[in-house]
């Protein structure tokens, strides 16, 4: 028998949410998922990596604790109690979705859901069929080499069964390994970090970059330039040589942590049967409704490779559902995401980094200040937190903005706020900020920003 729905939702991440409101708004709604409901971001995604950062704050402020001329030791965390408290968070969060997936009416289908024809989904050994599909699986890590000899990706560290390492080689020198690195170091497992390039976080703006490389190496031991050559396994734990600009070298450590990117979950649901055809990459393109070339089958967060942020999967979630019980009909707007980078130091962005402007021909104003307009930061007894504003001299808007700094997501709220309001760097120079707020680094950068662009008019 063909169960017939109003509205499928396929993957029981961000988009639970979805599901969950269009129930309660009356509609008919499946809900398929194979595996914990609440998908990456609560299971093994950003809730328990940034549970650990509070961890890292901790061991650091400790560690540190001799720049405020104060006289303490650090002798070390309790790692089984951390990750017991992570594991007991992750524990819950199946529970706490099924409770409200059940509530709000949703029929909840457990089993891979993959299609056998035109808007049909077969999953859990039932055969459903609905107007409208949304496509809401999610990505993977991408797949380690050397899996066979018990290498992790993150998803073995959430939940993290048996001992935490008792040191860590992380290949990779994207989001996170540099989250994670930045953990392990502070709590005290020795961390190399290896990457193939000669510079870590690819896509952040280089000036930011440099500041990160200079502190994040104060603790994590870095490797660049760093091609994996081979990798073995004994008692004693792993042994990795790789290919340098110095020769070859060969890395020991008890634990191997590949943060290598991710995947799209997209080739076990057999879209050709439904006319879909994912880009070479295996993301499914949509257009500016989040709609797929089939009408009325839409894909959101991770699977349609816009932004790959869970912010962002929240916000498609939203639209959609706008646009399903609201009637909403423009498309989406999503010029003001920014993203955060918790590790240590924390690095927060948005818009343009200056390397694409300069591609794109872009004319722009850049200021690249440090924070010590602000007394807080002076108490930190740290200097090189800084910003990068990068603004254009024909209308004052905002193409992008670099911080590297403490609470640095926090602060680039302001930004995203103006961005999103009216984008004009005038605006934040015109504000009265809080003194001596962490935010006073922005007013400096954005008065300076307003001098730049008369300087560029008056050439
Ligand atoms: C370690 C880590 C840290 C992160 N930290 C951050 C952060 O700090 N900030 C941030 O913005 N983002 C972060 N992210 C990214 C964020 O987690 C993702 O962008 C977000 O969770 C994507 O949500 P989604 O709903 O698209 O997919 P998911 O949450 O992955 O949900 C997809 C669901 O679909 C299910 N599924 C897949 N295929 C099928 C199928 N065939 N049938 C049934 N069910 C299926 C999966 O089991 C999963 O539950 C992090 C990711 C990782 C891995
Ligand atoms: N704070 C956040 O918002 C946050 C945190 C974690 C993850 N995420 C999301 O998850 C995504 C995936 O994170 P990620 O760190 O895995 O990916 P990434 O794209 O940030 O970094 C991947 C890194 O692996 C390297 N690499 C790729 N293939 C390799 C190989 N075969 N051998 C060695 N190195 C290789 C790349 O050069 C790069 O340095 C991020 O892009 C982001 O969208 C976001």
Same mark, same amino acid.
């Given at each position: 028998m063909i169960e017939s729905y109003d509205l499928i939702v396929l993957g029981g991440g961000r988009a639970a949410n979805l599901a969950i409101a269009a129930a309660k708004d +009356?509609?008919?709604?499946?809900?398929? &998922?194979?595996?914990?409901?609440? @998908?990456t971001c609560p299971n093994r995604g950003c809730v328990p990596s940034k549970l650990l950062v509070g961890f890292a704050d901790a061991a650091?402020?400790?560690?540190? #604790?001799?720049?405020? =001329?104060?006289?303490?030791d650090y002798h070390g965390a309790d790692l089984r109690k951390i990750f017991a408290s992570v594991n007991e968070y992750i524990a819950g969060v199946d529970g706490r979705y099924q409770g409200r997936v059940g509530d709000a009416g949703v029929t909840l289908v457990?089993?891979? @859901?993959?299609?056998?024809?035109h808007k049909r989904i077969e999953a859990g050994g039932r055969i459903l069929t609905a107007e409208k599909i949304v496509i809401a699986t999610g990505s993977r890590p991408n797949p380690p080499p050397y899996a066979d000899l018990g290498v992790w990706t993150s998803d073995d560290l959430f939940p993290l069964a048996g001992d935490p390492p008792r040191s860590l080689l992380v290949i990779g020198g994207g989001v996170i390994a540099c989250e994670m690195a930045a953990f392990f170091a502070a709590v005290g497992v020795g961390t190399t970090l290896a990457v193939r390039k000669d510079r870590l976080l690819g896509k952040e703006d280089p000036d930011i970059e440099r500041v990160f490389q200079q502190e994040f190496g104060k603790y994590v031991r870095l490797c660049f330039g760093a091609s994996l050559v081979d990798l073995s396994r004994s008692e004693d734990g792993f042994a990795a040589t790789f290919e340098t600009h110095e020769g070859e070298v060969t890395q020991v450590a008890d634990r191997v942590l590949f943060a290598i990117g991710r995947t799209p979950n997209s080739e076990s649901l057999d879209l050709a049967e439904? +006319?879909?055809?994912?880009?070479?990459?295996g993301f499914i393109p949509v257009n500016e409704h989040l709609e797929t070339i089939v009408s009325g089958i839409y894909a959101t967060g991770d699977v349609n490779g816009r932004h790959m942020?869970?912010?962002?999967? #929240?916000? &498609?979630?939203? =639209?959609?559902?706008?646009? =399903?019980?609201?009637?909403?009909?423009?498309?989406?707007?999503? #010029?003001?995401? +920014?993203?955060?980078? =918790?590790?240590?130091? &924390?690095?927060?962005?948005?818009g343009k980094t200056e390397e694409e402007l300069k591609e794109r021909g872009t004319p722009y104003v850049a200021v690249f200040e440090d924070w010590l307009a602000s007394a807080r930061v002076e108490a930190m007894r740290i200097d090189y937190p800084r910003v990068k504003l990068l603004v254009s001299p024909e209308d004052h808007s905002i193409l992008g903005c670099h911080l590297i700094g403490p609470e640095a997501s926090t602060l680039l709220h302001q930004v995203i706020t103006v961005m999103k309001l009216k984008n004009d760097v005038r605006e934040l120079a015109e504000t009265i900020f809080v003194h001596p707020a962490l935010n006073e680094c922005l007013l400096a950068a954005a008065v300076k920003a307003v001098d730049e662009v008369k300087k560029f008019r008056k050439k």
């Open positions: +009356g509609w008919k709604v499946a809900l398929i &998922e194979r595996d914990r409901l609440g @998908g650091r402020h400790v560690r540190e #604790a001799g720049r405020h =001329f104060i006289d303490a457990r089993g891979e @859901g993959r299609f056998t024809g439904t +006319g879909i055809r994912p880009d070479e990459k942020l869970q912010h962002a999967a #929240a916000q &498609e979630v939203h =639209f959609l559902r706008q646009k =399903f019980l609201k009637g909403r009909t423009g498309p989406i707007d999503d #010029a003001a995401i +920014g993203h955060g980078i =918790f590790s240590h130091p &924390e690095v927060a962005s948005i």
